[in-house]
């Protein structure tokens, strides 16, 4: 029934379903995938598929030879004796002290020693003159579910779990009981095509009684899940309806597929546990083909944008221009007076780094918590957690890339050729003002103190002496040229603000993308690969 | 026997018990509190003030265990419709002679349950068969479902009620409430069972109720294949010794053909239940003897209830100071972080230095020009002086720590919770909503950091008084002495000593330098821890409402008295029912 649901919910197509190994494989694959992302979070669930895997591969390789039919029911209901009847001998003990059976009783048709072991039957028997029609059966009579032994209960409960048939023997006075419907039908609802439902004394009922009380349980195994559920009423006493029971025990164990379709039911259901199942929550979010995880483009936007003013983006491309202008100043600036400014602090020393901030700490932390709930729309609580995990817990990592990335960006790097020739025109205007001012002091000396006579000392050019032109040439050339050197910084300083700002927040666009994003978009890989999987593991394909 | 007035006031301590939490014990813990109320309800204060009441016998038992045809066969008339289709009897039907019918009809026993008359000669089929149909197809009980038939017969002595019981163990499970309710209100509970069914483990869980109330006890094992009946009776008396269950009677009736529906071999069971009936001194010991078992019963029972008050009280403490030391946690790591003087990093750092100069190259008077200049440049390009440069980042930055802060809590109180008793289910489907602050967090916060700086201005201009004239001459201003102090309560030490001069670059011991000329260093050291503590406090009232919304996931809890209220009130009711030996009767 699980299967037959599990396909409806797949993609229509007619290719036939995969075979069971490849179902047992796929969910095997299924697991591991959950478990690199969920690890620990998925509340057991993942160790319970293991189970199922392993037992899975454990009974498929025991063969699909022989059929694992077990008769189970409340205490009282008729199960040994109906096992005896089936068996031909008198196997299991009856009687009237509740409860009678306290051991499983195993009977094979044919050699089944292997399946007996690991089903771990003690109480075995190998009926002698087999009838061939029932060959590969291996029959169990359980122990009761209902009665004030607790030790019956798990013994069941263990046995259900390896049953390839499920025959559940009513006694017609408990066949309401909740101990069954509620522990056993309706939790089992999805291998109710697995199961058949022995109404036993029929011989104590009357014609209509009988009809009624068969009618009663089908609709009450109805209300629990099952489709169409088999009833048959049987008295072993009269031996009324036992060939309806054992016709039915021979067509499925000629069939040979019920244990395939046991196995298959319990992968379908493991899958259906596992499954995030999110498609309508997708559909509903108009989500791009990465799947639900994957960061949408907006948002991996406002991530870049965050972490880049996080960081402090601007103030770092603030710095470059400042120290550009600083190194160029230093380079191009009026020698006199730019030796001052050696004095203040770089602006790139005084900078700080995007990682030694708890600001920017917090900031990235907001911005990564805002993306993980972006990225988590519609998914379910272990999944965001570990995409939660996914984003968040790498801020560490995050702004350790960032800084190698920053820090480059504020160096000045090579000289550029232009304050060589500024410093050159700086270095001109010096000598030239320097030539003019030691030449006028010289004629201030031999006029002055030597009293010698300062004309021929003092050439003059155009009513001025020529060392006066040219220490006015030279000052004035030495302070037009740091203005014009300064201006010069400014704007290109400028430019190398905003250019530096581009080329940051592309480099923090790329670490956001190779650290945050791209691991997010692998996640949801996964997560597409593994409802994949478990869509196989379901019977799809 | 007990008084009315210590009941009374048990009863209504019970009302006030609420199990707002899952815990382990909490289904178990409200069955008992639920089915002690109903006894009380039902039986012990209508049964303390009638004591000569008629005898009710309750025939309890499983589906198909015959009660409703024995029922029928003891009072020789179908008074209740027996069937084949399991569960059949789904309202309860009591019998007794007419003139009893007032006790049950009008009476306070059987408390809230509605009762209705119904003539004998009225075919019982039509009430419970139609009430079948609709229950079992739909899930759903009929209006009156719940509701008791009282019919009269002259076939059963005064002073004696037999009630045909739902039974105890179908998918019905309203059914199990109701028998429950029923056996609750027994002077003697007949339990009916069957071969098939004497080991069944749901019966053995009302038996081991009936044996720690000490309820007067018949049982009757119905439908034994014939000549088994030694052997099961003898079974069945084991199990019921090891259990230390001493029933009154034990009855066998051997499977065999109906007569008109009725079991011809119940003569012996009627001769007990007309013996009790007419015997007046036996039929008061078996009243007695069930109520002082049920009053005896009640310090145990109570206890399970006021451990469940104290489970879900310690709980739902746990779970709130859990929520409330997250936030605490935040708080503490904001204060680190601030501690830390990495607010006075980058862009407020740059600020700072505006104001105060880098305190190796300005002199004085270069910064009194400097503060001109910002004063003028501020008028006309409208960009903000410095110092509330400095204040607007430091609020900022602050806004960010708490933002975050708060968030992890959330974050924090949501994931811990989903592993403490009770937690996951108290978190509900509004887990989403609280992994991160409240939308009204931001605001309130930006407020909160605001009040503060407002009220560290304050201080300042308080505290500073007639010192202004110092900040004068350092050219700082008021504001900027305010500024100074925030910036001293964002530094490790307080702007003490100038132990994080490397760190913040000179900053913080400048500072301290303008702090320490304008306040002295005890006054500043007192301003800023002030400061430091009104911080913590603002952002603690901020943070309340965040965690009031885990408060709020814990509402609905009982006072912390009742449950030691509970215990001693129990204790009162056993005692007076313990001290009374001549009116027990045992
Ligand atoms: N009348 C009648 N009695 C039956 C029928 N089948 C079984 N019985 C009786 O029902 C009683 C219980 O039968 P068992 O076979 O021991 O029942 P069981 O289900 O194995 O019981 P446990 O071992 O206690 O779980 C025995 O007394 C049987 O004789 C039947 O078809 N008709
Ligand atoms: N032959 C025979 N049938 C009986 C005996 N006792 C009960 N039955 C049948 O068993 C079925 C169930 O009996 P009820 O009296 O309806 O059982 P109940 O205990 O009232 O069951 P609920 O109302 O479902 O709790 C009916 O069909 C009865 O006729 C008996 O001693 N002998
Ligand atoms: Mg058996
Ligand atoms: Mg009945």
Known sequence: ?541 | MSSRASLTELRSLLDEVAFPLDLAGTVDGSTVRRELIGQLDDYVLPRLARLDAPLLAVFGGSTGAGKSTLVNSLVGHTVTAPGVLRPTTRRPVLVCHADDTAWFVDGEILGDLPRYHRAPSADPASGSRSDQASGSTSGQRSPDASGVEVVAVATLPRGLAVLDAPDIDSVETANHELAAQLLGAADLWVFVTTAARYADAVPWEYLARAEQRSVALGVIVNRIPPGSEDEIAAHLTDMLDRRGLRPERLFTIAEGPLAEGRIPAVDDVRAWLTGLALDRPERDRLVRQTLAGVLQSVPARVDRVADEVQAQASASGALASFARARYEGALDAVEGELRSGELLRGEVLDHWREIVGTGEMMSRLQRGIGRARDRLAATFSGRPLPEVAVAGQLEANLEVLVARAADRASLEVVEGWSTMAGGAQALGVSARGLERSSDALGPAVKTTVNEWQDAVMRLVREQAGSKVTVARTLSVGLNGVGVALMVAVFSATGGITGGEAAVAGGTAAVSQTLLTAVFGEQALRDLVKQSRDDLRRRLYVAFTPEVERFDALLAGMPSAGLAPELRRVAGVVADEAGSDPGESGR
């Open chain 1, 1 to 541: 029934m699980s299967a037959r649901r599990g396909r409806g919910l797949g993609p229509v197509d007619a290719s036939p379903p995969p075979p069971v190994e490849q179902r047992c494989a796929a969910l095997g694959d299924a697991i591991a995938v959950a478990r690199r992302h969920l690890g620990g979070r998925d509340g057991g669930l993942l160790d319970e598929a293991t189970a199922v895997v392993d037992r899975s591969r454990e009974r498929l390789g025991l063969g699909t030879h022989h059929t694992v039919v077990v008769l189970a029911g409340p205490t009282g209901a008729g199960k040994s004796t109906l096992y005896n009847w089936l068996c031909g001998a008198e196997l299991s003990q009856t009687g009237v002290r509740r409860p009678t059976t306290g051991e499983t009783h195993g009977c094979s048709w044919g050699e089944a020693g292997a399946l007996l072991d690991w089903l771990r039957i003690r109480r075995r028997h190998e009926v002698a003159e087999a009838d061939e029609r029932l060959d590969g059966l291996v029959l169990l009579d359980l122990p009761d579910f209902d009665s004030t032994v607790a030790a019956h209960r798990d013994e069941v409960d263990r046995l259900v779990e390896l049953a390839d048939l499920f025959v559940w023997v009513v006694d017609p006075r408990k066949y309401a009981d909740e101990s069954f419907h509620h522990n056993y039908v309706a939790p089992l609802a999805a291998y109710g095509h697995l199961m058949r439902f022995v109404l036993t004394k029929r011989d104590l009922l009357g014609e209509e009684e009988a009809r009624s009380c068969a009618a009663d349980l089908r609709r009450r195994l109805v209300d629990d899940g099952i489709e169409a559920p088999e009833v048959l009423p049987v008295s072993v006493t009269s031996g009324l309806g036992l060939e309806d029971v054992i016709g039915e025990i021979r067509a499925v164990v000629a069939e040979r597929a019920a244990m395939v379709a046991r196995v298959e039911a319990d992968l379908a259901a493991a899958a259906r546990r596992l499954d995030p199942g999110e498609e309508a929550a997708d559909r509903k979010a108009g989500r791009d083909e990465r799947g639900p995880g994957a960061l949408p483009e907006r948002a991996a936007a406002d991530l870049v944008a965050a972490v880049a003013e996080a960081v402090g983006v601007d103030a770092a491309a603030e710095v470059a221009a400042a120290q550009y202008r600083r190194e160029a100043n230093l380079a191009t600036g009026w020698p006199p007076t730019r030796w001052i400014r050696r004095w203040r602090r770089a602006p790139i020393a005084a900078m700080s780094k995007p990682s030694a901030s708890s600001v920017a700490e917090a900031k990235v932390d907001q911005a990564l918590r805002a993306a993980a709930d972006a990225a988590s729309v519609g998914i379910d609580d272990a999944w965001r957690g570990s995409i939660r995990e996914r984003c968040v817990g790498r801020r560490a990592e995050l702004l350790a890339s960032l800084e190698g990335v920053l820090g480059q960006s504020a160096r000045v790097g090579a000289r550029p050729a232009w304050w060589a020739a500024g410093a050159a025109v700086q270095g001109a205007a010096l000598v030239c003002a320097a030539v003019g001012l030691v030449w006028l002091l010289i004629a201030a000396v031999g006029g002055g103190f030597l009293h010698l006579d300062t004309d021929p000392l003092l050439p003059r050019w155009r009513g001025a002496p020529i060392p006066t032109w040219l220490l006015a040439a030279g000052v004035a050339l030495g302070l037009a040229t740091a203005a014009v050197c300064a201006g010069v910084a400014r704007a290109v300083g400028g430019g190398r603000r905003r250019r530096a700002l581009a080329l940051m927040r592309e480099r923090v666009a790329g670490v956001v993308v190779s650290d945050i994003v791209a691991p997010l978009d692998a996640m949801a890989a996964d997560r597409r690969e593994l409802r994949r999987l478990l869509a196989v593991a379901r019977g799809g394909s």
